[in-house]
């Protein structure tokens, strides 16, 4: 399996950047797909995550009224907007799948066994 994220880059405060991932390799469409962060020094926080219904979806204190998490279980692809982008969102952004289905919409990062390479987002 593998997950591959794109759409990182350099914004201003204040402006938006929309990441993609795409989950190859699996069998099925995973039941869990999450976003972390993660910035040097510092432990894997969960952003946002969502069920494979798509219809439910949890985030993180931090960025809930500003980013928005959503999927293509055709395509097996996860998408999350962020707008209204602050400094304090600057980190490496993973995608990651295979939670069990006991832990959907888990924000930890323990539970998921599969994680992409990540792509940066610098807010400056």
């Known amino acids: 399996v593998q997950l591959v994220e794109s759409g990182g880059g350099s914004v201003q405060p204040g402006g938006s950047l929309r990441l993609s991932c795409v989950a190859t390799?699996?069998?099925?469409?995973?039941?869990?797909m999450a976003w972390f962060r993660q910035t040097p020094g510092k432990e894997r926080e969960g952003v946002a995550s969502?069920?494979?219904?798509?219809?439910?979806?949890r985030y993180a204190d931090s960025v809930k009224g500003r980013f928005t998490i959503s999927r293509d279980t055709a395509t097996n692809t996860l998408t999350l907007q962020m707008t209204g982008l602050e400094p304090e969102d600057t980190a490496m952004y993973y995608c990651?799948?295979?939670?069990?289905?006991?832990?959907?919409?888990?924000?930890?990062?323990?539970?998921?066994?599969?994680w992409g390479l990540g792509t940066q987002v610098t807010v400056s």
């Open positions: 969502t069920h494979i219904g798509g219809d439910t979806s």
């Open positions: 990651a799948a295979g939670a069990p289905p006991y832990m959907s919409h888990s924000l930890l990062a323990y539970v998921y066994k599969d």
């Open positions: 390799g699996y069998p099925y469409s995973p039941h869990t």
